[in-house]
């Protein structure tokens, strides 16, 4: 049987009262739609800190994010619970699983080729580097090192796109200027996953030699002119772009 778990994701658990309540008014997925949903703790300036999937438990909602940061976020939901009678801390007895097709889970909610997901205790072996080569090759990028921690505005990370932000929810961190620039209806920059060979350039925000691709924040006119995956779900938005 093939490797599922991925080792190199976590899982935080915030229980207690009006959990959806308090990630609403933080989060800029709507936590009144149905979970699992893609979504990102922002800056005040509308870049991203941190992105993770949400799924639901009961009233209880797990964040499915990078192991390496979620002690991290841990500490920067804790910040923002003030007085509020929640609990936020890891989930030891579950972890992230995922399989390119199947029955199992359910679909990745960014993006149905991206595959399967669910939550379960952990097996052996480790499905993080087959989870990595497939979701780059649909030009998806995830994670500090790809997103640019405290770098990259959020509808850089073709947010938008991949259906990691409500325009219609509210006032969340990071809303105003997120919402500005969609309704300028043009984004300059964006992340993509670039065919480099050995040389990734210094527009890389992190290089897999081994696969021969990295990720770079490109402007939109040098994207149309490199050497970057462009798939269907993300092709038609940086035309528009080029053109507005």
Same mark, same amino acid.
């Given at each position: $049987? &093939? @490797? ?5 994701? %976590? #899982?935080?658990?915030?229980? =207690?009262?009006?959990?959806?309540? /308090? *990630? ?6 709507? $936590? &009144? @739609? ?5 979504? %990102? #703790?922002?800056?005040?300036? =509308?870049?991203?800190?941190?992105? /993770? *999937? ?15 940061? %979620? ?127 050995e040389d990734p350039g210094e527009a890389a925000n992190v290089h897999y030699p081994a696969l021969g691709l990295a990720v770079a924040r490109l402007r939109v006119e040098a994207i149309l002119a490199s050497a970057a995956i462009l798939p269907e779900w993300l092709k ?9």
């Amino acid at each position: $049987m &093939n @490797a599922t778990t991925l080792r190199d994701r %976590a #899982l935080i658990r915030l229980s =207690g009262e009006d959990v959806r309540g /308090f *990630l609403q008014g933080l989060v800029t997925a709507d $936590m &009144n @739609a149905p979970l699992p949903a893609w979504g %990102a #703790l922002l800056t005040p300036q =509308g870049k991203v800190l941190f992105d /993770f *999937l949400l799924w639901a438990e009961g009233d209880d909602i797990l964040v499915d994010c990078e192991a390496d940061q %979620a002690d991290a976020l841990v500490r920067r939901l804790t910040l923002y619970r003030l007085r509020r009678r929640i609990v936020i801390a890891r989930e030891p007895a579950l972890a992230v699983h995922w399989a390119p097709g199947g029955d199992a889970g359910v679909a990745d909610p960014r993006l149905p080729g991206l595959g399967r997901r669910w939550l379960a205790p952990a097996e052996e072996g480790d499905a993080a580097a087959a989870w990595r080569t497939h979701r780059l090759a649909l030009g998806v990028t995830e994670g500090a090192a790809e997103l640019g921690q405290d770098r990259t505005l959020w509808l850089e990370a073709n947010a938008r796109e991949l259906g990691g932000v409500s325009f219609t929810k509210g006032c969340y961190v990071g809303q105003e200027n997120t919402a500005r620039m969609h309704h300028r209806a043009k984004v300059s920059r964006r992340l993509v996953v670039l065919r480099t060979g050995e040389d990734p350039g210094e527009a890389a925000n992190v290089h897999y030699p081994a696969l021969g691709l990295a990720v770079a924040r490109l402007r939109v006119e040098a994207i149309l002119a490199s050497a970057a995956i462009l798939p269907e779900w993300l092709k038609d938005a940086i035309a528009a772009d080029a053109e507005a």
